[in-house]
């Protein structure tokens, strides 16, 4: 069974789904933290309204005591592997080292083509349309201390429609992520996708 932690600075949309599956018996897995950077997160108000145990850690102040904070928090609930669900910090050496090969992100977009530094959200979409991609999609990969470098576990390629715009590929691709992210942690964890 996944023991999970998870990271979001919003909604959480994926974090929201897949705990939905895991009540579903879909995920064989268990909540056992969220931490937000944000004190007024929707993810925040989410988990506690699901019992599942959470804590805003602050990073803006002393980013190093909040990587400190953050790892010991995750090592603290037993969390095992560690989901970002629009978490929009980068990670600190601690958690990094301690979580090596066991952050996962899902990007909203190709990678490596429209990742890196500033590329999240909607501006991957603006970066597609406005290079005539002929596909766009998700990307799952692990993380590192480089933004959206780590290795590719898995990627969902979408054709893009004629007449494509920055809304409507945005659209499509928030409906993607959740579900793709709920089928590749059941990958991981009946033991057809191995982590490195």
Known sequence: MLKLG???SRNGSSFRAILEAIDAG?????ARLLVSNNRKSGALEFAQAR????LC?????????????????LAGAGAELVVLSGYLRKLGP??????????????PGLLPEFGGEGMYGRRVHEAV??????????TIHLVDEEYDRGPVLERRELALEPGETVDSLEARITTLEPLFF????????AGDLVLP
């Open 6 to 8: 998870f990271l979001s």
């Open 26 to 30: 879909v995920l064989e897995a268990e």
């Open 51 to 54: 019992g599942v145990p959470h």
């Open 57 to 73: 850690i602050p990073t803006e102040r002393d980013p190093a005591a909040a990587d400190l904070a953050l790892r010991d928090a």
């Open 94 to 107: 601690a958690t990094l080292a301690r979580y090596h090969n066991r952050i996962i992100n899902i990007h």
């Open 129 to 138: 349309i406005a290079a005539g991609a002929p596909l766009s999609g998700a």
């Open 182 to 189: 709920v089928e590749t942690l059941t990958a991981i964890a």
